[in-house]
């Protein structure tokens, strides 16, 4: 990502990311990983990275009952930028209905496409919501305003940056969510 501020400490960022999440309700085990090409620091905002990458890990612990969460954080080339870091969030849950690809990263809205404007998750004591939340859309505005680039896809699909997994080529369902 570009417009960065600071530099990232990859360590720091990865045990802070551990320390957060250890407490955090879930039913199966976060795996992180750093590929060794990721240099140990890189120029960016750390918080903004941290909070993306938190929401992404809190989402993936809320929709996942088996299997296992992965945050991997790797070295990727890019045409436009060059080398970057990427960070990538798996999980085994259920996916992501495809209706809604084009939503996942907007502001909330309710069942009648009201936007929802309280942080109560309701418009009027209606809780029917077609979003995921905001987690995702603040995702969206952080790494937006350091110039980056997020998404989804499908895990059946296989990694953004990686070939599949023999994990991934056995099961048909659960999510990637990535930043960069």
């Given at each position: 990502a570009k417009k960065m501020k600071s530099t990232v400490n990859v360590s720091s960022l990865v045990k802070n990311l551990n320390s957060i999440m250890e407490p955090f309700p879930k039913k199966v085990p976060i795996i992180t990983s750093v590929d060794p090409s990721v240099p140990p620091e890189f120029v960016g905002d750390e918080m903004k990275i941290f909070r993306s990458a938190a929401n992404y890990l809190t989402n993936a612990c809320a929709k996942t009952e088996e299997g296992s969460i992965r945050l991997r954080i790797l070295k990727r080339y890019n045409e436009e930028q060059g080398f970057?870091?990427?960070?990538?969030?798996?999980?085994?849950g259920p996916g992501v209905d495809p209706a809604t690809y084009p939503y996942l990263f907007k502001p909330m809205r309710d069942g009648q496409g009201c936007p929802i404007n309280s942080l109560a998750g309701t418009v009027a004591g209606r809780g029917d919501f077609e979003n995921s939340g905001l987690g995702l859309y603040s995702v969206a505005t952080q790494i937006s305003s350091l110039g980056g680039r997020y998404g989804y896809i499908p895990r059946s699909l296989q990694s953004i940056s990686t070939s599949p997994t023999t994990e991934q080529r056995d099961t048909k369902t659960g999510s990637i969510f990535w930043f960069s």
């Open positions: 970057e870091v990427l960070f990538e969030c798996e999980d085994t």
